[in-house]
């Protein structure tokens, strides 16, 4: 099988979206492909890149993979409140191994149909297994404003909100490096979490209007909350006791403080204590939900968009004026912060 034929076979889809009256005017195939955003309408645009090694275990479920790769793509548009449109594939293979590929299409497809949202192109080589997509979303204008949810229009005094859960797909990630030990009924959901995380798309939409400002978090909070800060020049404050709660898996660890030094695990295991935890949560990563800012008058504004959405939000912390990042507990004592966020260069 030759290049073309890999692309004829897994990634050009029947009518792939063009022709009709959605916005791709032509999909794969040509040298380009045409996007006819409605009138009125900003186009947004991200890309991700997936490189194996790095983002993902050599032998992860290509089907996941294929999930994940236009998931962490459709969560940046969730952040900015974007309606995803279409998206390319740039993809690098070692070989051509097609129950492999026919895997991985699935999976993308999968997600690619539940949010409307077209492949219409890309580029096929041989290389190490590397993914990169780049999403194509529409936001409308208001009077000629954009209506895209920024990361610079937190104001002090907002509340800080975060969707979903946090730290499950760190928990995941650990256990699989064998670095925490989690039985079976545990490991299960959070590797979900981590190999098929859920882009927030509804949400995104459904806060235009509402929230001041929002990001999605692939770096884990803190990290990725700074970012708002510092593009809004304010600081906050977060609630660890009420992030915390955010972990999944939390409530079935809670009452079993030894969890995580059990037998026939590795000798790197290390309990998962409750600072532990709190890292996951707070600095995890691979989370993919988002972190959003919103005035205390939006609160019932923002409770019907997370409604609408039918996905959980939780109120955790406050923007301040002061700069920085401030940590407290649920009695607002102050809790040291002991990790930082991740960053691929640090
Ligand atoms: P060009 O030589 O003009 O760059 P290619 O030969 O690389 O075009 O690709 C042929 C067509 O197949 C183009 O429309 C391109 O967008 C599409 N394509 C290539 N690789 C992929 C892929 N992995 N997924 C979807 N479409 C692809
Ligand atoms: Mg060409």
Not at 136 to 157: K, Y
Not at 321 to 329: M, P, S, T, V
């Given at each position: 099988?030759?290049?073309?034929?890999?692309?004829?076979?897994?990634?050009?889809?029947?009518?792939?979206?063009?022709?009709?009256?959605?916005?791709?005017?032509l999909g794969v195939g040509d040298d380009c492909a045409l996007l006819q955003p409605q009138p009125g309408t900003q186009l947004a645009i991200s890309s991700d890149m997936l490189v194996v090694g790095r983002h993902f275990f050599?032998?992860?479920?290509?089907?996941?993979?294929?999930?994940?790769?236009?998931?962490?793509?459709?969560?940046?548009?969730?952040?900015?409140?974007?309606?995803?449109?279409?998206?390319?594939?740039?993809?690098?293979?070692?070989?051509?191994?097609?129950?492999?590929?026919?895997?991985?299409?699935?999976?993308?497809?999968?997600?690619?149909?539940?949010?409307?949202?077209?492949?219409?192109?890309?580029?096929?080589?041989?290389?190490?297994?590397?993914?990169?997509?780049?999403?194509?979303?529409?936001?409308?204008?208001?009077?000629?404003?954009?209506?895209?949810?920024?990361?610079?229009?937190?104001?002090?005094?907002?509340?800080?909100?975060?969707?979903?859960?946090?730290?499950?797909?760190?928990?995941?990630?650990?256990?699989?490096?064998?670095?925490?030990?989690?039985?079976?009924?545990?490991?299960?959901?959070?590797?979900?979490?981590?190999?098929?995380?859920?882009?927030?798309?509804?949400?995104?939409?459904?806060?235009?209007?509402?929230?001041?400002?929002?990001?999605?978090?692939?770096?884990?909070?803190?990290?990725?909350?700074?970012?708002?800060?510092?593009?809004?020049?304010?600081?906050?404050?977060?609630?660890?006791?009420?992030?915390?709660?955010?972990?999944?898996?939390?409530?079935?660890?809670?009452?079993?403080?030894?969890?995580?030094?059990?037998?026939?695990?590795?000798?790197?295991?290390?309990?998962?204590?409750?600072?532990?935890?709190?890292?996951?949560?707070?600095?995890?990563?691979?989370?993919?939900?988002?972190?959003?800012?919103?005035?205390?008058?939006?609160?019932?504004?923002?409770?019907?968009?997370?409604?609408?959405?039918?996905?959980?939000?939780?109120?955790?912390?406050?923007?301040?004026?002061?700069?920085?990042?401030?940590?407290?507990?649920a009695e607002g004592r102050v809790v040291a912060r002991q990790f930082r966020s991740f960053d691929h260069f640090k």
């Amino acid at each position: 099988m030759g290049e073309f034929e890999l692309i004829e076979r897994f990634f050009k889809r029947p009518g792939a979206g063009a022709g009709g009256s959605g916005p791709v005017s032509l999909g794969v195939g040509d040298d380009c492909a045409l996007l006819q955003p409605q009138p009125g309408t900003q186009l947004a645009i991200s890309s991700d890149m997936l490189v194996v090694g790095r983002h993902f275990f050599a032998d992860v479920d290509p089907a996941a993979l294929g999930h994940k790769a236009l998931a962490v793509n459709l969560s940046d548009l969730a952040a900015c409140g974007a309606r995803p449109l279409a998206f390319t594939l740039a993809l690098a293979l070692p070989e051509i191994n097609e129950p492999w590929l026919a895997a991985f299409s699935s999976g993308l497809f999968a997600l690619a149909d539940a949010h409307g949202c077209a492949l219409i192109g890309g580029d096929t080589t041989r290389g190490p297994l590397n993914i990169c997509i780049t999403v194509f979303g529409e936001v409308p204008c208001v009077n000629g404003r954009s209506q895209a949810l920024l990361r610079s229009g937190a104001q002090a005094g907002d509340d800080l909100y975060v969707s979903g859960n946090l730290g499950d797909a760190r928990l995941a990630l650990e256990a699989l490096r064998g670095t925490a030990a989690l039985e079976a009924r545990l490991l299960l959901p959070a590797r979900a979490r981590l190999e098929r995380p859920t882009p927030r798309v509804a949400l995104g939409q459904a806060l235009r209007g509402v929230a001041s400002a929002a990001i999605d978090i692939s770096d884990g909070l803190l990290g990725d909350l700074s970012h708002v800060l510092t593009a809004s020049g304010v600081g906050a404050t977060v609630n660890t006791d009420a992030a915390l709660k955010l972990l999944a898996a939390q409530s079935l660890i809670a009452h079993r403080p030894n969890l995580g030094s059990g037998t026939g695990a590795s000798t790197t295991t290390v309990p998962l204590s409750k600072q532990r935890l709190l890292e996951f949560v707070l600095a995890g990563g691979d989370d993919y939900e988002l972190a959003f800012t919103a005035p205390p008058q939006a609160r019932a504004a923002v409770q019907a968009a997370a409604a609408a959405a039918q996905t959980a939000v939780a109120h955790i912390g406050q923007i301040d004026a002061a700069l920085g990042l401030r940590l407290i507990d649920a009695e607002g004592r102050v809790v040291a912060r002991q990790f930082r966020s991740f960053d691929h260069f640090k």
